[in-house]
């Protein structure tokens, strides 16, 4: 109970990802199949109460995500 977890995921680009409304789109020519991934993931961490952060740097695009007071309670196990 009262476990905390955080999650790190990076990934290598060679394109300098690109904002709008200080969001993240894509850049690929099927726009309607693509650019989902990210929003679902900030949608269920805010669902869960959690905390997620992107950052492009170096070439190296970084997402950080942390959960916190995660118990069976909320069904987590």
């Known amino acids: 109970k009262k476990e905390m977890i955080f999650i ?5 680009y060679c ?10 789109i894509t850049t ?8 989902y991934g990210l929003k679902s993931v900030k949608r269920i961490v805010h669902k869960h109460d959690g905390m997620i952060t992107c950052q ?9 995500i942390s959960f916190f007071n995660m118990d069976d309670e909320k069904g987590y196990e």
């Open 8 to 12: 790190k995921v990076e990934n290598n």
């Open 56 to 64: 492009a740097e170096n070439k190296v695009f970084t997402v950080k």
């Open 28 to 35: 690929k020519k099927e726009k309607s199949v693509h650019g």
């Open 15 to 24: 394109k300098d990802p690109v904002m709008k409304n200080g969001d993240y």
